[in-house]
């Protein structure tokens, strides 16, 4: 982004520094977002089952959009391409309120989503799985009240505006991101999830197995004459953690566990590129006695 030169603060009405033409067409350019935000809002209050006072939201932009076209900071007299005249600095100002405005509508629905993982038992099925997961199950519980995920649920519209911040997926990646900082609670690597993950990574999973197509490091044993050293194992394992934590098998809004419903849920644990070294040495021993009798 090139640097502007402006002038200090100073109070103005904005059709005292443009021309006529150029007042009507910001003029224009504000009833448009007006128009286009009022109906976006309006799509994903009745796609997300959100009781909001639409009107107030509309009145604040609108006072906001009034503060920046009578108070504000104008580019000075250009002098290089790339600066920016000031009907063009005060339009691309009122896109920049819209946008704001739509984003602290997500991100204040966001917090008071993130917020009610607290009032819940630490058992409850919602809080199982991964952050992604885990705010997908809040998120459809408090909009919809959804307290019972084993059954197929239709997925929430995500809208199709301009305004991204009002969408679905804006915001469910606003509640993981606001869970995840505040509320989420990893699990601690013991023996049990460190010697299952190696099952995971170096066992034959039979082809009816949800984790049959998963990524492992079979390879490792039959493609090599000796272990590999302890730095490209940790590669390695690192990369069969990510394509786990991207494409893990879900049921009911929740990855599975491996190897069965008995067993654990990777995700659950702390991520595997935080994991102290006791971990990672354990993995390798791991790693080394499944070597050593897939030898024999």
Known sequence: MPDYKVFEPFNCTYDKILTSEEVCEVE????????????????????????????????????????ILSYCRLPSEKKDPFE?????????KLFECEKSAADKISRDLANTIAYSSQKLPNNDIALKGS??????KLTLRYLFDYRNYYYDLEPIPNGSGYLYAL???YLLDRVEEIYTKKYHKYRL????????????LFDNIGE?????DMQNLRHLLE?????????LFKEECLECWLALCADNPIHAHTELAYPNENGVIFEEYIPLHSVNEDVWSSLYEHYHQKFLDFSK
């Open 28 to 67: 224009s350019v504000k009833q448009e977002i007006l128009r286009s935000f009022e109906e976006e809002l309006a799509l994903f209050c009745k796609n997300h089952n959100l009781n909001l006072d639409q009107q107030s939201v509309l009145q604040s932009l609108e006072c906001s959009i009034k503060s």
């Open 84 to 92: 920016i005249s000031a009907k063009e600095y005060l339009i691309a």
């Open 131 to 136: 952050a992604k997961s885990i705010a997908e």
């Open 167 to 169: 969408t679905t997926n």
């Open 189 to 200: 690597w013991d023996k049990r999830s460190i010697a299952l993950f190696s099952s995971y």
């Open 208 to 212: 009816f197995h949800d984790f049959f």
């Open 223 to 231: 493609d090599y004459s000796e272990p590999i050293e302890i730095t």
